[in-house]
C-alpha cells in the first residue's frame, strides 16, 4: 500500500489567499483525521470524519477553516483568508476501525505551510 | 479538560536504556499511544496500551498505570537513530478523539 498521501509537500502563499490541501487515506481505512503542528502548540487535532462524515470539529481553530471528505478516497483541508498564524505543518492521518492497536493512526509526511 | 505532560528534552547515551514519562489527565479514557517523529517527518506508532501493565516490542516496552494517569516509553540497548521525538497520545472515551502530548526530544550520544 502506498500508505497516506498528501499535496502539496510544500505550500507557500500570501496573506489573504485561499489555501486547498489535500489528501488520500489508506484504502480500506474508514477514519481520516486532519492535524497541525508547530513548535508552540506540539500536535492538535482539528477535526476527524468516519465513513466520510465530519464526527468533531472542535479542534477546527475559526472558521477561516473547513473541511470535506467527498468520498472513502479523498479529503481537502481549506483555508480562507489564510494568515501567517496558519503556518504550520499539516498532517492526515487515517485508521481503521477495531478494538485493540490495530486502529493506530497512520501519518501522511505532512504539508508545510508557509503564510507570508 | 485534558491535558498530557511530557520532560521537553532527554539525552541519553548510545547502547543505555532511557525513560521518557507521561502524564494524562482526560476526559474518559480509551488507550494510550507512542508515537516517534524524526526531524521533518511523520509521526510513527510505537507502542499502544489500554490496559494496566508493560508491553514489549523488540527494544521498545510501554508501560500504563490508568489510577495514576502515568505512562512510560522504555527504550533499550539505544542507537543513534533512535534520536527523535517522541509523543505520548491519550484517546478519551468519545470517538476518536485523540490528545497529543508535547512530545519529548531525545538524543542519543556516541
Known amino acids: 500500500d502506498a500508505g497516506v498521501i498528501q499535496s502539496p509537500r510544500h505550500e507557500v502563499t500570501e496573506m489573504g489567499q485561499e489555501v486547498t490541501l489535500r489528501c488520500k487515506p489508506i484504502?480500506?481505512?474508514?477514519?481520516l483525521f486532519w492535524y497541525r503542528q508547530t513548535m508552540m502548540r506540539g500536535l492538535e487535532l482539528l477535526i476527524y470524519?468516519?465513513?466520510?462524515?465530519?464526527?468533531?470539529d472542535s479542534g477546527m481553530p475559526e472558521d477561516r477553516f473547513s473541511a470535506k471528505m467527498p468520498n472513502a478516497s479523498f479529503s481537502t483541508l481549506k483555508i480562507q483568508p489564510s494568515e501567517p498564524r496558519d503556518s504550520a505543518v499539516y498532517f492526515c492521518?487515517?485508521?481503521?476501525?477495531?478494538?485493540?492497536?490495530?486502529?493506530?493512526?497512520?501519518f501522511g509526511p505532512g504539508t508545510r505551510l508557509t503564510v507570508l | 479538560g485534558q491535558n498530557i505532560d511530557q520532560p521537553t528534552e532527554m539525552t541519553a547515551t548510545e547502547g543505555a536504556i532511557v525513560q521518557i514519562n507521561c502524564t494524562y489527565q482526560?476526559?474518559?479514557?480509551?488507550?494510550l499511544f507512542w508515537y516517534q517523529q524524526h526531524a521533518g517527518e511523520a509521526p510513527t506508532f510505537l507502542s499502544y496500551?489500554?490496559?494496566?501493565g508493560l508491553e514489549e516490542k523488540g527494544r521498545f516496552s510501554s508501560f500504563l498505570s490508568r489510577s495514576k494517569g502515568y505512562s512510560y516509553l522504555l527504550l533499550k540497548e539505544l542507537q543513534m537513530k533512535d534520536s527523535a521525538s517522541y509523543l505520548c497520545?491519550?484517546?478519551?472515551?468519545?470517538?476518536?478523539?485523540?490528545?497529543f502530548g508535547p512530545g519529548t526530544r531525545l538524543s542519543v550520544l556516541p
Open positions: 492521518a487515517s485508521s481503521r476501525t477495531s478494538g485493540g492497536s490495530t486502529d493506530t493512526q497512520y
Open positions: 484504502s480500506g481505512h474508514d477514519y
Open positions: 470524519f468516519n465513513n466520510n462524515v465530519p464526527i468533531d
Open positions: 482526560t476526559s474518559g479514557f480509551n488507550g
Open positions: 496500551n489500554v490496559l494496566d
Open positions: 497520545a491519550a484517546r478519551g472515551n468519545y470517538g476518536q478523539n485523540f490528545v
